[in-house]
């Protein structure tokens, strides 16, 4: 196979433009990335509510049906990879940095400015646990399972290339090796690196953040450039040095260091408050899920805009990672059974990023109400790092998250390339080093652009855009997985009858 694909060079150009269009125009680019951002929100926001409740219901669907039997791969395959080691690769590459960067920030933002109601009260508090489990629950995870079963079924069962075009071969047939899938997966490129760039920007700013905590580090752009360019050259050198290695070290570690953080912030503070603030609004949150997925405030202008602020923007975030995320699982679930794939994926992440923000938001929470410190008053960056200053063995945990942030920032990155990679050498498991090492530098760069334009703004409008025609390719994809599904139990029913006809044949004779 060819080191650069057409399809590469096209990509590689228009992310090339990008850059110098926000280079050489700054302002412009967000003007204009702002604008269509209003927009789509104003138009369109409805279309990102209902995509993710639509996934949800493909998700339980599909795993309540016959077609969980299915085997990514060959009928006598099995997994790759153990369990533990599965779940950590799936976890550390679909949210990484922003449970640490939003696991105090945002349940203390929705306290002081809930989506209805007032601020600042114990329903507030109760209201704002909630509505962060739903930006980071079984919406979030829906999401990535279905595109992940997709790219892993057509990949390892049908044999079609890892790529989003492939996904549509059901509908379109050779159409999606012409100019149709050319589109498809340079709108997938595309998400992807908006969406990932979002991740680098804020984990470069939390960096900063702890730095200044730390050592009295300015905040400001400068410095998170420095901090992205060091961690540029830590996971192009990850990505080069290939899945099994890198990564899954990464990705290991990665999980070490979230439990070990997880249960000092646990048992350091406090505990009987947070555990009981966790059991009843995590219960809440799954009694009114379908109300609150599909929540808009048609006569309340102030309560509309913060659904597009934040629900709206979390789902146009996760569809704009699914080419990313859903690649990445997709890759590491070969032999596993669609319901043990659609179960995991969806059921494990959301309980532990529940339970994740029901520990760090319930803490903020805790020392805001009862206390009477203002952590709401923080910016979302600095918001961990003050409750730090709260609580026993601060500097410690600010180490611990320092390494965590990083290594979170270097495996979705170094993931994002690998990704990258696939999707613009032709879904090749084993992309060129070259090609991956291309992507990140572009990668790097277009969210230092975004960032030194618009900052988390301009990251936000980039998201949202990408996400919208993203968002109906998703879908024409979930339609062509289920005539795929059912073609096959078709297909099976009928030659077990065939099987059996035969036999009853020979017995008679």
Same mark, same amino acid.
């Given at each position: ?5 057409? +399809? ?5 150009? +228009?992310?090339?433009?990008?850059? #110098? ?5 700054? =302002? =412009? ?5 702002? !604008? ?39 009928? $006598? ?20 940095? %922003? ?8 349940? @203390?933002? /929705? ?23 739903? /930006?980071? %629950?079984? /919406? ?23 790529? +989003? ?7 379109? #047939? $050779?159409?999606?090796? !012409? ?17 990932? *760039? ?9 960096? =900063?953040? #702890?730095?200044?905590?730390?050592? #009295? ?51 350091? %503070?406090?505990? &009987? ?13 799954? &009694? ?11 006569? =309340? ?14 789902? *146009? ?60 008053? &923080? ?14 063995? %601060? ?44 992507? !990140? ?5 277009? @969210? ?28 024409? +994809? ?13 297909? @099976? ?11 009853? /044949?020979?017995? *008679?004779?």
């Amino acid at each position: 196979m060819r080191k650069f694909t057409p +399809m590469f060079w096209i990509a590689i150009s +228009m992310g090339a433009l990008f850059v #110098g269009w926000g280079a050489l125009f700054p =302002n =412009n680019l967000l003007e204009v990335m702002t !604008g269509i951002k209003t927009l789509f929100l104003d138009k369109f926001g409805w279309f990102y509510q209902f995509s993710a409740s639509f996934f949800i219901i493909a998700a339980i669907i599909i795993a309540s049906s016959r077609y969980g039997k299915i085997r990514l791969g060959k009928d $006598e395959d099995r997994p790759e990879y153990s369990t533990p080691t599965w779940f950590a690769m799936l976890f550390s590459a679909g949210m990484g940095i %922003g449970l640490l960067f939003y696991g105090v920030s945002e349940p @203390a933002s /929705h306290f002081s400015t809930p989506p209805f109601g007032d601020g600042g009260t114990e329903e507030s508090a109760r209201v704002s646990l909630r509505y962060t489990y739903l /930006h980071w %629950g079984f /919406h979030a995870w829906a999401i990535y399972a279905v595109v992940a079963l997709a790219l892993a079924y057509y990949k390892f069962r049908k044999g079609l290339p890892g790529l +989003m075009s492939a996904t549509l071969y059901p509908l379109i #047939g $050779e159409k999606t090796k !012409g100019p149709i899938g050319y589109a498809v997966d340079i709108i997938a490129v595309f998400a992807t690196l908006f969406g990932v *760039a979002i991740s680098l920007g804020i984990g470069a700013q939390q960096i =900063n953040s #702890g730095f200044n905590y730390l050592f #009295g580090w300015p905040v400001n752009f400068t410095t998170q450039l420095i901090i992205m360019g060091f961690t540029t050259i830590l996971f192009i050198y990850s990505a080069a040095s290939g899945l099994s290695k890198g990564i899954k070290y990464l990705s290991n570690t990665n999980m070490f260091l979230a439990v070990l953080l997880f249960f000092a912030f646990l048992f350091l %503070g406090p505990t &009987q408050f947070v555990l009981e603030l966790f059991s009843t609004t995590f219960g809440s949150y799954v &009694q009114n899920l379908p109300s609150m997925g599909l929540r808009f405030s048609p006569f =309340n202008q102030e309560d509309n805009q913060w659904v597009k602020d934040w629900t709206i923007f979390y789902w *146009a975030w996760w569809i704009s990672w699914t080419p990313f995320v859903g690649t990445f699982i997709a890759r590491v679930s070969k032999g596993r059974t669609v319901r043990e794939f659609i179960l995991a994926v969806i059921i494990a992440p959301t309980l532990v990023c529940s339970l994740w923000f029901g520990v760090f938001g319930g803490t903020g929470l805790y020392f805001e109400l009862i206390q009477g410190a203002d952590v709401s008053g &923080q910016s979302l960056e600095t918001a961990l790092f003050y409750v730090y200053k709260l609580m026993p063995f %601060g500097t410690v945990l600010t180490i611990i998250s320092l390494l965590l942030i990083t290594t979170f920032f270097v495996t979705s990155a170094d993931s994002a390339t690998y990704v990258l990679g696939m999707q613009t050498s032709n879904g090749s498991l084993n992309p060129p080093t070259l090609v991956k090492v291309s992507w !990140g530098l572009i990668m790097a760069a277009i @969210a230092a652009i975004l960032m030194g334009t618009g900052g988390v703004e301009g990251l936000q409008a980039a998201t949202i855009i990408s996400a919208l025609p993203l968002g109906i390719i998703l879908i024409f +994809m979930t339609a062509a997985l289920f005539k795929s599904f059912q073609s096959e139990l078709s297909s @099976a029913k009928k030659e077990k009858e065939n099987v059996e006809e035969t036999a009853s /044949h020979k017995k *008679a004779q």
